[in-house]
């Protein structure tokens, strides 16, 4: 049991990534709040936790909006004493070029994966430090560095989401709270389908298209994603912080 008594929230844990890290969490012996702004699939995946024998609630929330997360933090504080472990997973996915994309998307885009992400950050500071430290988990992308045709706004997001990370790391080492990233590649989860969906193309030759890039030919599962989130969130990576682990198949070496 790698999480064996601690207390962790994942944001956007209804769907694809943040679901399959819940899970995988609980297993490892986290009681977690999974954080969702959709009702329905947030309370899926408590369900299939407590069912598998692990601790789970949930907590509906919008990470864009502060209050929310303040009742996101003070609610997990209730339920499971204190957080341990933040995975700052949530995210919106808003693609296109600069002449597509406007000042709303702009908004949508950095309220959610950059300030909804901080917001999460500020707020769990009080209980960190006063468990005398903690790890947060931040899922940023290949995006965060690479360039891909039309994703201005996403893309730009994510490379804030790396550099939050490390300065993040920088100002919070004092607190003992470590704060590293998960870079992913192409997965296959609710995100990649509706974007495949919004282009037109059929699922299964976008699967084997998107897939491509990688010398493995296919694209990661949200599980391959998660273990680098549990390693990270972990003990085992008390010596980590403003790092960030690319899972990408290999699709990103050249
Ligand atoms: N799927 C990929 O190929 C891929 C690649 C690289 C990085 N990522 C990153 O991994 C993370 C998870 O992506 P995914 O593909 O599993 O997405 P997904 O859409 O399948 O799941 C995201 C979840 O976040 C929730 N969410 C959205 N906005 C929210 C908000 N404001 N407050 C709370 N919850 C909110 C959604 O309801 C959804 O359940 C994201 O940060 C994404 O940028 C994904």
Not at 248 to 254: L, S
Request: hydrophobic letters at 45%; proline letters at 3%.
């Amino acid at each position: 049991m790698r999480l064996e008594g601690k207390s962790a929230i994942v944001t956007g844990a209804g769907n694809g990534i943040g679901k399959a890290i819940a899970e995988l969490f609980a297993s490892e012996g986290a009681s977690v709040m999974v954080a969702e702004l959709e009702d329905g699939p947030g309370r899926a995946t408590v369900d299939s936790i407590n069912a598998a024998g692990g601790a789970a609630v949930f907590q509906h929330t919008d990470i864009s909006n502060e209050g929310s997360v303040g009742a996101m933090v003070a609610a997990a504080t209730a339920a499971h004493g204190t957080v341990n472990i933040l995975v700052n997973n949530a995210a919106a996915f808003v693609f296109g070029t600069v002449e597509d994309v406007t000042d709303a998307d702009w908004n949508k885009v950095l309220g959610v994966n950059v300030i909804g992400t901080s917001h999460c950050v500020r707020h769990v500071l009080p209980a960190m430090r006063k468990a005398g430290g903690g790890a947060i988990v931040n899922l940023a992308s290949v995006s965060s560095f690479i360039a891909q045709p039309a994703f201005i706004p996403y893309n730009a997001s994510k490379g804030a989401v790396l550099q939050l990370t490390r300065c993040l790391a920088l100002d919070l080492a004092a607190d003992n709270i470590r704060v590293n990233a998960v870079c992913p590649g192409a997965i296959k989860t609710r995100a990649t389908d509706q974007h495949i969906a919004s282009l037109g193309l059929d699922p299964e030759e976008a699967y084997l298209e998107f897939g491509q890039d990688s010398p493995f030919k296919r694209m990661g599962e949200p599980s391959e994603i998660a273990y680098g989130a549990l390693f990270l969130a972990s003990d085992e990576a008390s010596f980590m912080t403003g790092s960030h682990i690319v899972i990408d198949g290999g699709a990103t070496i050249d």
